[in-house]
Nanobody, 125 residues
Framework: QVQLVESGGGLVQAGGSLRLSCAASGRTLSSYIMAWFRQAPGKEREFVASISRSGARIYYEDSVKGRFTISRDNAKTTVYLRMNSLKPEDTAVYYC??????????????????WGQGTQVTVSS
């Protein structure tokens, strides 16, 4: 079983950047496909990006393509989400998620078995 801890959130002005980190412990990170989701107040949790075990396959939600970059460092057991050109509508709690299944780029939260506690990202206009 893997434990996930997110960090790197905060308050940033529109157009700014943040890099989120998700530190994994308890089992080899390379065993898991990884993803980032986000949840704004009053909204359902939504997919942001996912990455295969090797990092060779990546999917992004359309609204973050070209602005966000997901990456992983299996040696450091950390997954990253680099967020550039942030917009107020990116404001949410961001969660990392992990799964042992076959990588399909799934955007469904129910397809991921392990979750972190989340980190708040607030983008001011």
């Amino acid at each position: 079983q893997v434990q996930l801890v997110e960090s790197g959130g905060g308050l940033v002005q529109a157009g700014g950047s943040l890099r989120l980190s998700c530190a994994a412990s308890g089992r080899t990170l390379s065993s898991y496909i990884m993803a980032w989701f986000r949840q704004a107040p009053g909204k359902e949790r939504e997919f942001v990006a996912s990455i295969s075990r090797s990092g060779a396959r990546i999917y992004y939600e359309d609204s973050v393509k070209g602005r966000f970059t997901i990456s992983r460092d299996n040696a450091k057991t950390t997954v990253y989400l680099r967020m550039n050109s942030l917009k107020p509508e990116d404001t949410a709690v961001y969660y990392c998620a992990a799964d042992l299944g076959v990588y399909s780029g799934s955007a469904y939260p129910s397809d991921y078995d392990y979750w972190g506690q989340g980190t708040q990202v607030t983008v001011s206009s």
